[in-house]
């Protein structure tokens, strides 16, 4: 089951590239799996032993060399620093859940040749549409493919136009959808970022450290440059917010070593420093510039 969404997949390919399962994870950039009760392992969450990671596309496991079981650990740190951390651990031996497109048969059952074939068969190109309905109808299901209206595509643009209402007519439509589809996009990645530090640089001006989830689990993508807004909405009087730039995502212990480096003339906006709970991120650690 996909934890993220509640739903519940088969490990089985049937005429898609990969297993039903893996195939929705894919598509909705979801990554947390609970294994079925009847499964060979089963009610349990996929998580490392370690760390307690549920990005399932990161975990593996490894053999235990006294004892016949196996331990399932993320690819990376814990994987790497195995042995270290218990030496009946080999970490050279750490090999991924998922093995061409597909959870291994020893974690959920794949089935049979004759269940597969008593089952309804779906399509790659009817799981891709299933999952685009699943954004705007959550309990939609492969049936409501076949209802009128749900393909509905806009008219294609046109090398000439008639006149100008003829353009407007065709352009105003595609102009909305793109318009609402920017919308969506960035209200799904709006997401709570907790604490919030924050530093004064040589310039006087402030500077706001935090931790995007969202980020660090490679489901959403930034760059230096990208402009955030970040609010508070627990403040007494009305919810506080500024839009800022991002100026650094550090990658490694060293990045306060060229942290004075990053700012020089660029321009930032004063900004409440007493507060450091509750802050919402909308569109690791990220740098942030207040540049209104």
Not at 51 to 63: D, H, Q, T
Not at 94 to 114: A, C, D, F, G, M
Not at 196 to 218: T, Y
Request: proline share 4%; net charge neutral.
């Amino acid at each position: 089951m996909c934890t993220v969404c509640n739903r519940w997949f088969c490990n089985g390919k049937g005429s898609t590239s990969g297993s039903h399962l893996i195939t929705h994870l894919v598509r909705s950039q979801h990554k947390e799996v609970c294994l079925h009760r009847e499964s060979p392992l089963g009610e349990t969450q996929l998580e490392c032993y370690q760390c307690a990671s549920r990005n399932v596309f990161m975990l593996g496991f490894i053999p235990a060399k006294a004892d016949s079981l196996v331990v399932i650990l993320c690819r990376h740190p814990c994987a790497q620093i195995a042995s270290q951390k218990d030496p009946n651990w080999q970490g050279e031996e750490w090999k991924p859940l998922i093995h061409e497109r597909q959870l291994l048969s020893w974690i959920v059952n794949v089935p049979s040749e004759q269940a597969q074939l008593r089952a309804r068969h779906i399509t790659a190109a009817q799981a891709s549409r299933l999952e685009d309905l699943w954004k705007e109808h959550p309990k939609a299901t492969v049936e409501d493919l076949d209802r009128p209206g749900v393909d509905t595509e806009p008219e294609s643009v046109l090398l000439r136009y008639e006149d100008a209402f003829h353009y407007r007519r065709i352009f105003a439509p595609l102009v909305r959808e793109e318009a609402e589809f920017d919308r969506k996009t960035k209200e799904s990645q709006t997401q709570s970022v907790g604490h919030v530090r924050w530093d004064q640089g040589l310039n006087k001006k402030h500077l706001a450290f935090f931790h995007l989830p969202k980020f660090m689990e490679g489901s959403m993508k930034l760059m230096i440059g990208d402009e955030l807004r970040l609010k508070h909405t627990q403040t007494i009087e009305r919810e506080w917010s500024c839009l800022g730039q991002v100026f650094k995502i550090p990658d490694s212990k060293s990045m306060f070593r060229n942290f004075h480096s990053c700012y020089r003339n660029v321009h930032i906006c004063e900004i409440f420093i007493h507060l450091d709970y509750g802050f919402v991120f909308s569109p690791y650690l990220i740098y942030f510039f207040c540049a209104e």
